[in-house]
Nanobody
Framework: QVQLVQSGGGLVQAGGSLKLPCAASGRTSSNSAVGWFRQGPGKGREFVGAIDWSGGSTYYGDSVKGRFTISRDNAKNTVYLQMNSLKPEDTAVYFC????????????????WGQGTQVTVSS
């Protein structure tokens, strides 16, 4: 089992920045991938980005490419989502998720999920 605990989030003005941590505990493995997804009101879960835990390769959705950055701290077993140049359309609940395989953009293929954190961007 893997537990993911999220923190951060909140209200920010358009153009601002936020950094969301996702701390993993339990049976993490070096061949895991951690993905970030978001869900706006009345919408499905959208792929934001992902990182391969071992090699650190990162992948991003088109809507956030160039503005968001995913990184990891192996010592803390924590993955971060740095969000810059935030827009009102970035408003959503953000989730981190993990799977013990290569990354995928399909949320249904992730086994473990964080509790989610609200990000609200005001115009």
């Amino acid at each position: 089992q893997v537990q993911l605990v999220q923190s951060g989030g909140g209200l920010v003005q358009a153009g601002g920045s936020l950094k969301l941590p996702c701390a993993a505990s339990g049976r993490t493995s070096s061949n895991s991938a951690v993905g970030w997804f978001r869900q706006g009101p009345g919408k499905g879960r959208e792929f934001v980005g992902a990182i391969d835990w071992s090699g650190g390769s990162t992948y991003y959705g088109d809507s956030v490419k160039g503005r968001f950055t995913i990184s990891r701290d192996n010592a803390k077993n924590t993955v971060y989502l740095q969000m810059n140049s935030l827009k009102p359309e970035d408003t959503a609940v953000y989730f981190c998720a993990a799977r013990t395989m290569y990354y995928t953009r399909n949320p249904d293929l992730y086994d473990y999920w964080g509790q989610g954190t609200q990000v609200t961007v005001s115009s």
